[in-house]
């Protein structure tokens, strides 16, 4: 047996008659996601955002038992 499919199963998805929703390679995203990945990407270049180590060393100050 090859341990890289020892746990893997194969079974027909029409068995369970499944049917998919939606195409696996669509992309389709609600209104207001786009909405707000929009919005996030204006801020982005306008310079409207926080940095990691930002984030991170006020957290630190807020909770000093997360040190």
Same mark, same amino acid.
């Given at each position: 047996?090859?341990?890289?499919?020892?746990?893997?199963?194969?079974?027909?998805?029409?068995?369970?008659?499944?049917?998919?929703?939606?195409?696996?390679?669509?992309?389709?995203?609600?209104?207001?996601? !786009?909405?707000?990945?929009? +919005?996030? =990407?204006?801020? #982005?270049?306008?310079?409207?955002?926080?940095?990691?180590?930002? !984030?991170?060393?006020?957290? +630190?100050? =807020?909770?000093? #038992?997360?040190?």
């Amino acid at each position: 047996m090859n341990p890289n499919k020892k746990n893997s199963a194969k079974e027909p998805a029409d068995a369970y008659e499944v049917i998919p929703r939606v195409d696996a390679n669509e992309e389709v995203f609600h209104p207001i996601l !786009v909405q707000l990945i929009e +919005k996030s =990407k204006k801020e #982005f270049k306008e310079g409207k955002f926080i940095t990691h180590e930002d !984030v991170m060393k006020n957290l +630190k100050e =807020k909770f000093p #038992f997360l040190k």
